[in-house]
């Protein structure tokens, strides 16, 4: 993580021993947790300049995003969505994109080969 921001709650982003949670492959974009199906989404976010920390800090708050990362290139963060449905990841996109400060955004769904 890049210096200055600070580490995600573990147990909310799933890291190894502290309440990671297993999943079940349902098929394209689809796991389950707890034996519901969820859809799962990948939000590339562009930050106006200097308001990064900011916005990582109001989205680290934001149901439905399970892991964040800040990132170098043309975009300054990448969150993880969690959620029962397509239609429900896209409720979170629209609360980032409602953030002050959030320029853009490009959501990537999952997929089977």
């Known amino acids: 993580m890049s210096p200055g921001y600070p580490k995600c709650d573990s147990a909310r982003v799933g890291s190894p021993g502290r309440g990671r949670v297993r999943y079940a492959y349902l098929g394209p974009g689809f796991t389950t947790r707890s034996g519901a199906a969820t859809a799962i989404g990948f939000v590339l976010i562009d930050i106006e300049p200097t308001r990064e920390k900011e916005i990582y ?10 892991e964040l990362y800040p990132l170098f290139g043309e ?39």
């Open 57 to 66: 800090q109001r989205l680290l708050k934001l149901d439905g995003i399970v």
């Open 75 to 113: 975009y300054d963060l990448i969150a993880k969505v969690e959620e029962e449905s397509f239609d429900a990841i896209g409720t979170v996109v629209s609360k980032i994109r409602q953030l002050e400060g959030v320029k853009a955004t490009k959501t990537l769904t999952r997929m089977s080969l």
